[in-house]
């Protein structure tokens, strides 16, 4: 006896198996609905000869609890970290756009990074692109190449701080009191 082909099934098989096929798991990630709907399904279909006991139903929970509380402290140190960084750049910002119409002393670099020199002058602009950078006379430097701030003296240099010498009024009027008592 002859046996003729079977194709009346097998083109639907072959279109589901090829939709489950495209599908992807991610298994790396269950969220508190996920572990509801699984511990749901396992009530309902569990054996009624040999349920699950308490004990076994509180351990799950306590474990999904835990790490749903180990995942939001997680995205709490996240978002710290993205608000430090934000915190950061404002700072750097305000330094920055602080520095304007300010005397300055600059290290200036060679193409290799090496300090080769000095250079004093007024910050007359800010640029906030990308980095942080400052400009004297037109040339562009780093907020990192910023050695000082102001007119401060140079190494071994130091200025004796002024003291204030009490003013007398009338210094003839001084010497003619003392003059007169000498005599």
Do not use: H
């Not at 003729?4 to 991610?26: D, H, I, L, P, R």
């Not at 569990?46 to 351990?59: G, H, L, V």
Request: with cysteine; glycine share 8%; aromatic share 6%.
């Amino acid at each position: 006896m002859a046996v003729s082909s079977v194709t009346g099934n097998s083109n639907a098989f072959n279109n589901q198996y090829a939709t489950q096929g495209a599908a992807e798991a991610n298994n790396s990630e269950m969220s508190m609905d996920d572990f509801w709907q699984l511990m749901a399904a396992q009530l309902q279909y569990q054996d009624m000869t040999n349920p699950m006991s308490n004990s076994e139903m509180m351990n799950q929970m306590t474990q999904m609890a835990t790490m749903n509380a180990m995942t939001q402290v997680s995205n709490a140190i996240a978002n710290f970290g993205i608000v430090t960084n934000n915190l950061s750049q404002v700072t750097l910002t305000s330094y920055s756009t602080g520095m304007i119409g300010r005397e300055v002393t600059v290290a200036t670099v060679d193409e290799s990074g090496e300090v080769n020199g000095e250079k004093k002058g007024v910050v007359t602009g800010v640029d906030l692109t990308g980095g942080q950078y400052v400009y004297i006379d037109g040339e562009k430097y780093s907020l990192s190449q910023i050695m000082s701030v102001g007119d401060v003296p140079k190494n071994g240099e130091t200025t004796p701080p002024e003291t204030e010498k009490p003013e007398t009024e009338n210094p003839e009027t001084e010497k003619t009191e003392t003059d007169g008592e000498k005599c």
